[in-house]
């Protein structure tokens, strides 16, 4: 056997005992991400669970079994209404808030801010939190701080104040709005923010980010908390690959390093081209083996006639 044979031989049997080796891992994941939650449309960063989009946004937003897309913070866990992805926002539902057909005691909200320079969400400032049934010692009225806007803020409560719903916090219709103030909190708003009820001696809030075209009837007014996200977390080429090939960027590993993840729940290092069946670890090591094998008896029986 020439010399040039033996080679082409060596590095046959080479390729068989150490196969796929070149090919990049996958891996089989619980579960697959998805690109709808209920009725809105997810995209990068956004994902439906831990794992999918971006993991900065992944720690606070994920989609239920019941198709109801949540955002969590430490003050507690709110639906997300709508999300815009033209205007890089989102609206939070806060099932606590008062409107104007329903007012009751409410909690306190916070936005997390342990890591500011990693918080993708900032409120909109033209967001507005009305503070309700407030004591007239609450240091929101505290003429020095000058914490509630006194001109077109005064519009807004008398609005509220006109609402049948203010009997739910103990008021009557058109009742003085000595109680009752559009806060503007001393820090401007942003990432960690923060709105506590009880030090404020506030029974219940409310959050205005706009007037539905009338801002004399509070009935059209819409009500949640305008968050903006911040679009610069979009990855390179890698994510566009992985979805024009029909996945899902998104992350894995203790590093949290970009991931493709495909339909079938496979993840990839690079797209879904070719991955139409999910490998698990157990037989991707039989296969691994038996070719192994077969590599090293083919290598044998080829060093026989040598």
Known sequence: MSCSSKIFLFFLSFLLIHPLESVPSIILLNGSCTDKCGNIVLKYP???????GH?????????????VLQFSTTSGIYTISSLDYSTNTFVLTDPFMSTCSSMQNSGSFTLDHDDSSSTPFSIM??????LLGCSTTSAVFDPKQDLCDSGSGSN????????????GIGLEPNDPISTC??????VPVGSGYGLNLP?????????IYGFGGDEGDPMKWEFGISLQY????????????????????GFSGADESFACICRNGVNTTINCYGRGYALSGTWRHKIQ?????GGILFFWMMMLFI
């Open 125 to 130: 400032k033209q967001n507005m939190f009305v």
């Open 230 to 249: 911040n679009n610069s977390y979009y990855v390179d080429e890698s994510c566009k690959n992985c979805e024009d090939s029909g996945g899902f960027c």
């Open 156 to 167: 807004v409560c008398r609005g509220m104040y006109s609402c049948k719903g203010v009997t």
């Open 289 to 293: 083996t038996g070719m192994s094998i």
């Open 181 to 186: 103030c559009v806060y503007d909190p001393p």
């Open 199 to 207: 030090r404020l001696q506030c029974s219940s809030y409310s959050s």
């Open 55 to 67: 993991p900065a946004f992944s720690r606070f937003i994920k989609c239920t079994t019941s198709g």
């Open 46 to 52: 956004f994902g439906s669970g831990f794992g999918c």
